[in-house]
Nanobody, 125 residues
Framework: QVKLVESGGGLVQPGGSLKLSCAASGFPVDYTNIGWFRQAPGKEREGVACIGRGTEDITHYRESVKGRSTISRDKAKNTVYLQIDNLKTEDTAVYYC?????????????????WGQGTQVTVSS
């Protein structure tokens, strides 16, 4: 049974950092593409970052987090991480991880299948 559980969200001040975790079970995390998405109140869900399956660790990021975000994978822990630095108020959202058919520059939620329950990130002073 495929299961994804996100954790690591919380309240952080602007300029701070968070490292979100996506613990997977039911499949090896390097056998599929994994994406991080977020949804703010009243807005559509948007792709944040993805990491491709296999050994090449291909990654893609949405423009607004490039340079201050890192997606990574720990096969031993079967977990995918999303580190975001220099957090901004506009990063406030519920963050989700999901398994997908593609990891491409356009990180489209429609191409992702299994989803976790989400973790809240609030950036506020």
């Amino acid at each position: 049974q495929v299961k994804l559980v996100e954790s690591g969200g919380g309240l952080v001040q602007p300029g701070g950092s968070l490292k979100l975790s996506c613990a997977a079970s039911g499949f090896p995390v390097d056998y599929t593409n994994i994406g991080w998405f977020r949804q703010a109140p009243g807005k559509e869900r948007e792709g944040v970052a993805c990491i491709g399956r296999g050994t090449e660790d291909i990654t893609h990021y949405r423009e607004s987090v490039k340079g201050r975000s890192t997606i990574s994978r720990d096969k031993a822990k079967n977990t995918v991480y999303l580190q975001i630095d220099n957090l901004k108020t506009e990063d406030t959202a519920v963050y989700y991880c999901a398994t997908g058919h593609f990891c491409a520059p356009a990180i489209l939620s429609a191409t992702y299948t299994y989803w976790g329950q989400g973790t809240q990130v609030t950036v506020s002073s």
